[in-house]
């Protein structure tokens, strides 16, 4: 038999909080500073987070579509790409392990980019 026991208020979900050991998930923070990394125009097409887990590490996998527009959003998009992989960020209760480009789609007005990145829980 299963059984759920919902011992959370709603505000709970809304304000991002973490639900009993769980800390809040760490993605709209990274989405505060992808945007300024982006220095201009920049709107979040998708964001999604989820869940993962290792042997030793619970951490979430985190996939954004981040739309860069602007008349200089070629180089925007090439300086926010730079380095991406050795940049600082601030993640309450979260360190990033990992974060790539993994598609740059330029059109006439802008460039999409599709990045993924892995944050894991800082004990």
């Known amino acids: 038999m299963t059984s ?26 990274l989405l505060d500073q992808l945007i300024a990394r982006a220095n201009g125009p920049a709107t979040v097409k998708q964001a999604s987070s989820r869940p993962w887990a290792s ?19 070629g180089g925007r998009a090439d300086a926010f790409t ?21 598609r740059h789609q330029p059109d006439g007005d802008g460039v999409t980019l599709e990045l993924s990145a892995l944050t894991i829980q800082d004990w």
């Not at 991406?84 to 392990?97: D, P, R, V």
């Open 4 to 29: 759920a026991v919902h011992a959370f208020e709603a505000t709970n979900l809304i304000r991002n909080k973490g639900i009993g050991k769980e800390r809040a998930d760490p993605l709209p923070r």
């Open 55 to 73: 042997a030793l590490f619970d951490g979430r996998r985190h996939l954004v579509r981040l739309r860069i527009d602007g008349p200089d959003f």
């Open 82 to 102: 730079q380095g991406i992989g050795e940049a600082e960020w601030s993640l309450s209760g979260h360190f990033m392990a990992d974060i790539s480009v993994d």
